[in-house]
């Protein structure tokens, strides 16, 4: 492993202790962890925004819960989701049945 790829990707994706101790696990979530890194990489290259790496996947992680198209975000981040239609327009209505 190239000495300058680990500290990135221990900076980038935190892995401070492995869930398994088998040469096979400790494999497996390094792998997963590249390819994480990789992925998130090429979107860093896609994006016409100049992400650093790092603040790119800081908020990266806070935009998972956020319905929103994700190249749109990614060149354009300051930019306030859209609203979706029909989900606050009106209130909801409570039916009580007398008892």
Do not use: C
């Amino acid at each position: 492993m190239p000495s300058r790829l680990w500290p990135a990707l221990k900076q980038s994706m935190k892995i401070k202790t492995f869930v398994g101790t088998s040469e096979n696990a400790v494999r497996t979530q390094i792998w997963t962890a590249l390819i994480a890194m990789l992925l998130i990489k090429s979107l860093q290259i896609k994006s016409t925004f100049d992400w650093s790496l790092s603040n790119l996947v800081a908020l990266l992680r806070q935009q998972l819960f956020v319905y929103r198209d994700l190249f749109t975000w990614l060149n354009n981040p300051f930019e306030p989701p859209p609203a979706l239609e029909g989900i606050h327009d009106a209130q909801l209505t409570l039916g009580f049945i007398p008892a």
